[in-house]
């Protein structure tokens, strides 16, 4: 047991660390959010210089090797930066997809991905569906030598972006039968996009297929999209805790300089126990995420199941403490959007709800029995 | 004891509902009910109307042109509009400057103002808080020197609320340099359109803009701008947030929002049934609808004393009003965006991007995820809900 | 609207509270708790002196004709006291189902029940019932000219010193019917009653029927128990009251003279603002008690119902955050068994739980729809 | 990184269950299960079988008797016994005034005093609470003063847990009434027969008697009972207290009455349901094992920390277990209580009162709300929660 990084890893958190500090201060990135894209083209090729792009894939298939670990070291230091570029998406979601899918489909994408030329996307969200991975209408069925896929996707993270979607599609089964769900690959030129800018400053669309040409990555699909989602969830875990701990120290620095009634706000024993309080919600947070590592890692899909749930609650919890009570010890200036402290407020937000808030996860788990059998 | 409204009280509940109804426009009705603030022109509009029935100034004596309605009439007025939703009037106006100029103000500056407040012929703004003299107001450094007939006003302002739309400002100026913190400060009305005034936007982190700087450089305003005595506009600072009783509770307010938020979990899925029959969901609305029922019945005993004894002393009861008003609609506004899921993510307005034209999201859950954010200003503002502990510990706890 | 007294209401309520403090100081409440009846005859006399039996029966009847109000003004009191004479058994539950009694009974009963020689209680709770009224096993059934009653009640307050008790007993339906549940009056004489101490010092039994002769009060009874048990809940909502005024009184006088770190640990910001939020919730619950009384009073039964559950969901979450902080903010001493605090803190915990606790309402509230119309 | 136990550690893991079941004696599980804290019988009985296995002091060195375990294996035998669940091996004793000997002590007083405390034949009380020196340990004013070649001990010490059992007291005494607070102070062992001392029984709100007040009336123990230099007790003081790094976490003790907790969620009905089917009581209990696998990493992490770097400093962790594990144990004693609905209200054990020969309540009912109450002291004992808040804001986070 040992939750210290190895070298390679202390090395790789550095170098990333060192880059975002240089390029992806706070001012760089309100430049890179007014940009056409919202994001930084020029830090997408320095993500791919640095092989944060090829992270997660097998050398053999022209990846890094990375373990879901490092994804989350990177994922972590993403949310420290608030990063605006498609990483997420790309990486982790297309990622995690595309490595499951078949050999040769590996060996022509995964090059691609990892010198940036290629972007991803997860298109998942439907209307009604709101966080239910098997609540699918899209629908996907035999053409000719191929499968087309016909629906509507909402809330596709980076979807103005993406160069290639993954898709869950519907070709067997009822509304929210967990069988008949396919994953399927859809090129963006056969899909009708609409970007819009997320609440916390990101991008996402909403995605239309019209008698769209997919390639299949797998038939019965669920499992492989709990997988994927799964590791997903250790990832915006760390992306959470990398953005409490700057909220957290932020307000900390705050308290220590900002005067009111002649003494710095800091030695106010109230706002003392607040910030206490704020962490042991991060310790608790940051403990949690390195379960879900574990968890993700289940081979047991009711056990990661249930496993994932903990950690959205527990990320989800600390990360609305940690959040809203940053702004309230800040006062005023942290309601401003020229102050950093508000975005990973909103971020921290919006990284709840992906793949469903606290909320959701408390119940699912509850209905599942909870982490401790009752022998 | 008697803990019911009177009859008589309760057909004037009836009155007032039917004639918001009836006045009302449709467009700012839709517009609040979808959980936006009124634009300027809805507010000017109302209150006019309002003004017209002679309802615009509820707090202010009958000579002013108040309609000398007892406390609890004026509660079930403010609840109503909050309730319909409707406007309230212009606080600025009408809660803050125009019951200082009442009590502390000359004749001339009475009918001067008071008539044009009524009407929102002037829209004015608050200048109060400066970026060192937040929760500790009597920080504050911006100075009001004599010179002939004329005050010089130099210094900044912060977090004024609408100054953009303002015509006028009054603001709390340090005229003593050499007094004590609460001592030496005076109350100036300032028109806004005066060289050296400048207002630069704040925008809030859910991309409002609510809030303003405004900058004062050499600002001359005549002497006759001073409200009450000089060096003591400290007494019209307290007076004013004394005034601020019932203000935060917004009972009426939350109750709508609550309504609200049911009818969209009808709508919105979960689990593929309506949100509103997950019971976790519903516990939820419930414990803010029980505080809520509290707070209501809290605001009831304030009213009921004010009728009995007219004192307007401080109470901590006040303090509750201000916590529990601002706990129950921020909860009320973080239980709208988490019934919108993923679609609370959308940012911006439809209305103003151009039309919806797929189903991008419902147009219920446009802007909910920006309330929740911009709420978060509301345990901040009016003495944060931290200075609100220290003033019950200090003044009614003894401690 | 107005929420002063009376200028009777003040009378009463100064008497009492005047009546209390003399003789029924936390030393002479533990002298009382020893004696074999767990409670004082000698202080159950001088309520019947005081009018406080006869209180809420009509005059005609043979009581003081006092009101709802009224009633809850001596609960506060006997809240602030802890005192433990069966007042709330006998003069609001036995006494709520008295007055809506033939009138028969209540001219042999009311004068009684006022002069102090006959107490009452309720026997409603059953194995299986928790907080469920309409969950009755016990079985009425005629018998001759009258009825008998058999089965077993548990919780039975002040069982052990009720000279009548009044019975909850399914003669129709089946099991959670609202239907066919009597109300049934029973002479302890016809009971095997086996008394204990409660939690929170007080007294209660478990009674069996066994061929108990039963006088009928009400053969469709559910809605008078619902009537009754409102309005027992308003006044248990100012008993609350009283104890958490007392609670916080008592944090605050400790906290204004214990001494730590050189200075009295009221002191402490930390420390003020939880004495704060106990203000709140006093204030909070207070309120709620002025609704209860309302909401007890309504004639809509689907109204009332929602109204009382309103009110035990604030009246417990509030005593509950004032009892435990009362306990944290005093430390070891209110731990202890010699000190008062810890015993309002545990009264206030059984409150609560009495008639269904705060969890149990808001499932209930939150399941009828709740308090505001959706419209 | 590697976050898992190794495959010898899980092998151990088992080897440590399989010998609990086999020796734990069976009256004292179910005594346990109950919820009941084991009397002394059990407590020096269980300890014995584990001294005897070589299991009774897993943090002593081997030298003393320790096992030779690395911190997971200890940390995994605390576990193991707190699921069980068995009694730990005494804290006075065993966690306490062991290693304090152990780290300050003569080779004289090791060699006397560690084999026994080992073994129990001496049941030891810990001595530092006062009444005015609470959370304010500094504050103490029970004195020792030198008279030869004795030391004559005045004063009260208060909170004494178990002091009824106690064969001896290890105490704090101001022993030099010039020096500052915190200096002046020395740490000298007791044997609790010696003529002077009085205990007097404290009950708790629920009855029990577990704590005292114990006096000291010219008390006379010999010189060489000093623990440490004359003067510099604080040293062991502050030692001892920082080895309770994971005491109040108990994680292991959690599970255990959740797995409780959930048994009996099946038996008790809600609305003619078993309780487990409500799914706002499920919530509750998962919001509270969700906290309950955090602060298991938690715990994980400060192990994993110290098996590498072996400072054993205080880090922030220590509080956030200490505040943490409280909670979650006073949570799970509240639900507990809670399912039991109205047959919480029984005082006292039927175990106790002669048979329980109707239904007075379900067995599992006695005591729950017994041990709500009693453990509302979690946050309060142990450097309360406040003053752990305290100790983070100043020591880590530089407030």
């Known amino acids: 047991m040992d939750f210290d990084l190895t070298e390679d890893q202390s090395l790789l958190v550095d170098s990333v660390r060192r880059m975002l500090a240089d390029q992806y201060g706070f001012e760089q990135r309100k430049t890179h959010m007014k940009s056409i894209e919202g994001w930084s083209t020029a830090m997408w090729s320095a993500y791919a210089e640095q092989g944060l792009l090829g992270l997660p894939f097998a050398e053999a298939d022209g990846g890094f090797g990375g373990g879901l670990i490092d994804t989350c070291l990177i994922a972590e230091q993403m949310g420290r930066t608030l990063t605006l570029e498609p990483w997420f998406t790309t990486v982790v979601l297309g990622g995690g997809f595309l490595r499951r899918a078949a050999p040769e489909l590996r060996a022509a994408m995964v090059p691609q991905v990892a010198d940036g030329s290629l972007k991803l996307a997860f298109a998942q969200v439907e209307r009604q569906s709101r966080y239910d991975l098997h609540d699918v209408a899209t629908t996907a069925r035999h053409e000719g030598a191929g499968w087309v896929v016909n629906g509507r996707k909402g809330m596709v993270l980076h979807g103005d972006s993406a160069d290639r979607f993954f ?98 706000i800091g030695s106010f024993q109230a706002l003392q126990h607040r910030a206490a309080d704020m962490l042991v919600a991060l310790e608790q947070a940051r403990s949690m995420s390195f379960y879900a590592v574990q968890a993700a890692a289940e081979t047991d899909a009711d056990e990661r199941r249930r496993g994932v749930a903990a950690v959205k609650v527990q990320v989800g ?28 407020f909103k971020r921290l937000t919006m990284n709840d709800s992906l793949f469903g808030g606290a909320d959701h996860h408390i119940r699912a788990l509850a209905d599942d029995g909870g982490l401790v059998q009752a022998a | 004891m008697d803990l019911n409204f009177s009859a008589e009280d309760i057909g004037f509940r009836h009155e007032v509902r039917a004639f918001i109804a009836g006045a009302l426009p449709a467009a700012t009705k839709t517009w609040m009910v979808a959980g936006k603030s009124p634009t300027k022109t809805m507010v000017v509009e109302w209150q006019r109307i309002l003004n017209a029935k002679g309802w615009a100034v509820p707090e202010w004596p009958v000579e002013w042109g108040g309609p000398g309605w007892s406390a609890a009439r004026k509660y079930i007025f403010r609840e109503e509009l909050q309730m319909a939703p409707a406007p309230s009037p212009l606080g600025f106006n009408v809660n803050m400057c125009g019951p200082v100029i009442i009590q502390f103000g000359t004749q001339a500056q009475k009918e001067r103002f008071l008539p044009r407040m009524a009407n929102v012929d002037d829209w004015w703004c608050q200048g109060f808080s400066e970026p060192g003299a937040g929760s500790d107001l009597a920080g504050l450094k911006c100075r009001a020197v004599r010179d002939g007939d004329e005050w010089v006003i130099n210094g900044q302002k912060t977090w004024t609320t609408l100054a953009q739309h303002a015509d006028w400002i009054f603001l709390l100026c340090r005229t003593d340099l050499a007094a004590k913190k609460q001592e ?52 019209c600072a307290k007076f004013l947030l004394g ?106 307005d439809p209305d103003e991007e151009g039309s919806n034209e797929w189903d991008l999201a419902p147009d219920w859950a446009f802007g909910l995820a920006g309330t929740y954010f911009n709420w978060r200003k509301q345990s901040i503002y009016g003495g944060s809900n931290e200075i609100q502990r220290n003033i019950m510990a200090k003044a009614f706890l003894g401690l």
């Not at chain 2, 060289?195 to 803009?209: A, D, F, K, M, W």
């Not at chain 2, 700087?213 to 600002?219: L, R, S, T, Y």
């Not at chain 2, 049911?262 to 029980?290: C, H, M, S, Y």
């Open chain 1, 167 to 264: 898709v869950t599609a519907r070709h067997a089964g009822g509304p929210r039968d967990r069988g008949g769900i396919g994953v399927f690959l859809v090129d963006e030129r056969h899909a009708t996009v609409r970007g819009f800018r997320t609440v916390d400053g990101g991008r996402a669309a909403e995605v239309e297929f019209d008698q769209a040409p997919a390639v299949l990555i797998a038939e019965e699909g669920l499992p492989m999209v709990e997988a994927v989602v799964a590791e997903a969830i250790a990832a915006l875990a760390f992306e959470a805790v990398g953005c409490m701990e700057m909220a957290h120290t932020m307000t900390l620095d705050y308290m220590k300089t900002r005067q009111q009634f002649g003494k710095p």
């Open chain 2, 243 to 348: 005034n601020e009783r019932f203000g935060q509770a917004r009972v009426g307010a939350s109750r709508e929002r609550i309504r609200r938020l049911k009818i969209i979990a009808r709508e919105a899925l979960d689990g593929g049934e309506p949100l509103i029959n997950d019971p976790d969901f519903r516990r939820q609305v419930t414990e803010i609808e029980v505080e809520l029922k509290a707070l209501e019945m809290t605001v009831m005993r304030v009213i009921a004393a004010d009728m009995k004894r007219h004192d307007g002393k401080p109470n901590p009861t006040t303090s509750v009003l201000k916590i529990k008003g601002t706990e129950i609609q921020q909860g009320v506004s973080e239980l709208l965006m988490k019934a919108a899921g993923p679609y609370a993510w959308v940012d911006g």
């Open chain 1, 317 to 344: 919890r600390s990360g609305r403490l940690i959040g809203q009570q940053s702004i309230q010890l800040h006062g005023g200036i942290a309601m401003t959007m020229e102050y950093a402290c508000g975005h990973y």
């Open chain 2, 184 to 235: 030496g400060i005076s109350f100036i009305l300032c028109p806004m359109g005066l060289p050296g005034i400048t207002v630069r936007p704040i925008i809030t982190i859910e991309g409002g803009h609510e809030v303003n700087e405004v900058f004062f450089d050499d600002v001359r305003v005549p002497a006759d701008m001073l409200v009450g005595e000089e060096n003591k506009g400290w007494d």
